[in-house]
């Protein structure tokens, strides 16, 4: 070692000196011991590290408790925090996908902190599982015979093949091997379940006799996937929910279809492009859909299974139902948002998804022409700021066809280098509440369907 390394070494202060000093000891206080001295032990190996390859000191070296409280400050910080999603995806999966409605968030409140009725009834009765006041809200709201909940709608398909067809065949179309982002492939899932899938038909075209040809003593269930996330146009033909109803009746099998988004009301009252929803499959006499908490119908993760009591009772009782199913803060969430579905006027107020998917281009073009001034004077030194007409996505196992038109408030630099608009996003990106937009033709767009609070977004752009 050099006689100038060693004077350098010499310069880094002595644990036990700093944990003396009043700012540590406050972060002692906050974090503990154990965590504080860890710390400054890294801080010193840094140190170290830094003097061997540079031969000189870190620039922190000046100011180590600023360093330490720094340190302090990032473990505070909270791994999974709120943001502006002006993406113009509404139902983002990577940013949790339905924000909760406010009751929704005051019943997760109260079942959070106070024990609750989960599995007690306080009339004396014996209730038969957690999901039993639920599972009423949703024969009332979709006529089925009976529901259960678990995790997500993976879970629910899971669980409905492994009750239903485990080590037997399950026949569903080439045309609804359907793969969802994340991983959720319906080929996969039935392996897991222990199902034999059994392809029929074409890609484009699967018709009854298609169905009709492939059942033998082997066959459990007739499935249906609805293909929530591409569409095939064209020369096509699939079999609808009332034939394979029909079908399965004929065969003496259950008929179960994978909804996905499941929407529970009729989106084309609302200028929205049509889903199918839970309620018309079961009226047609389908026995099982299963549908998602946290898309369309704008609630908490979980899966929902509807449908005949018989199987319902079931898949209540396999064992993989204790491993997926949902716990009191989600029954909870999904409770308070089904009460809205209750009274369907207050449903377009109270439901975010629905508002912002509601939401006219005209009044978000008003808010974009509130924003414009202050942006422009903000950013206009380096940025054309200008607003721009552009296309909403629904998110989430919607039909990526279906776009809603927006306005959003763009950024193009006047460098024309994307490293100029990579700052910027970088910069958003670590604000107190990050701003994440969408990079599309050179420029930065902030789609404003899904703001409400344009004072809050202000108060961090033009920071
Ligand atoms: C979204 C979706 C799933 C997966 O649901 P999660 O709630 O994300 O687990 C499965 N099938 C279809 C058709 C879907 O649209």
């Not at 018309?280 to 299963?290: E, F």
């Not at 994307?418 to 700052?423: D, F, M, Q, V």
């Not at 033709?441 to 409400?452: A, H, M, S, T, V």
């Amino acid at each position: 070692m050099s006689d100038s390394t060693a004077a350098l070494y010499r310069q880094l202060p002595a644990i036990d000196k700093l944990l003396q000093l009043d700012e540590v000891q406050t972060l002692v206080i906050e974090s503990g011991h154990h965590w504080v001295t860890e710390q400054l032990r890294d801080m010193q190996q840094q140190a170290r590290e830094f003097i061997q390859q540079y031969e000189q000191l870190p620039a922190w070296h000046a100011d180590w408790v600023t360093e330490l409280t720094k340190r302090h400050n990032r473990l505070q910080e909270s791994a999974i925090k709120p943001v502006f999603n002006l993406t113009g995806t509404v139902l983002h999966t990577n940013l949790g996908r339905a924000v909760m409605a406010q009751s929704a968030v005051e019943a997760v409140n109260k079942v959070m902190s106070s024990p609750v009725t989960l599995e007690y009834s306080l009339d004396g009765a014996t209730r038969g599982h957690r999901d039993r006041a639920l599972a009423d809200l949703f024969c009332q709201l979709t006529g089925a015979e009976d529901a259960c909940i678990v995790n997500n709608n993976a879970a629910a398909v899971l669980l409905l093949l492994a009750t239903v067809a485990q080590g037997k065949q399950v026949i569903v179309s080439r045309g609804e091997l359907v793969e969802i982002g994340g991983a959720f492939r319906v080929p996969d899932v039935m392996a897991q379940a222990g199902c034999q899938l059994v392809e029929v038909g074409t890609t484009n075209r699967t018709h009854l006799r298609d169905y009709v040809n492939a059942i033998n003593e082997h066959t459990a269930l007739l499935m249906k996937v609805h293909t929530s996330n591409y569409s095939i146009e064209g020369f096509t033909a699939e079999v609808e929910g009332a034939e394979l109803a029909e079908l399965g009746k004929q065969y003496q099998l259950p008929t179960a279809i994978d909804l996905g988004s499941g929407s529970m009301i009729d989106m084309t009252a609302y200028g929205l492009p049509a889903e199918p929803m839970p309620q018309t499959y079961l009226s047609q006499g389908i026995d099982l859909v299963s549908i998602s908490g946290d898309k369309l119908l704008g609630g908490p993760q979980a899966g929902i299974i509807l449908g005949k009591k018989k199987w319902i009772e079931a898949i209540q009782k396999h064992p993989l139902k204790r491993a997926l199913r949902a716990d009191k803060m989600t029954l909870a969430a999904l409770e308070a948002t089904l009460k809205l579905y209750c009274t369907p006027e207050k449903l377009v107020t109270e439901l975010p998804t629905l508002r912002w998917l509601t939401r006219s281009a005209d009044e978000i073009k008003a808010r974009a022409q509130r924003l414009i001034v202050p942006l422009q004077a903000f950013y206009g030194d380096k940025f054309v700021v200008e607003i721009e007409p552009c296309l909403s996505q629904i998110g989430s196992g919607s039909l990526p066809v279906d776009r809603l038109p927006s306005y959003a408030v763009t950024f193009a630099p006047f460098d024309g280098r994307g490293n100029t608009l990579a700052l910027l996003m970088a910069r958003w990106r670590h604000s107190t509440q990050p701003v994440i937009g969408r990079l599309k033709e050179g420029k930065l767009w902030l789609d404003l369907r899904c703001l409400d609070d344009e004072h809050a977004l202000l108060q961090v752009l033009l920071s």
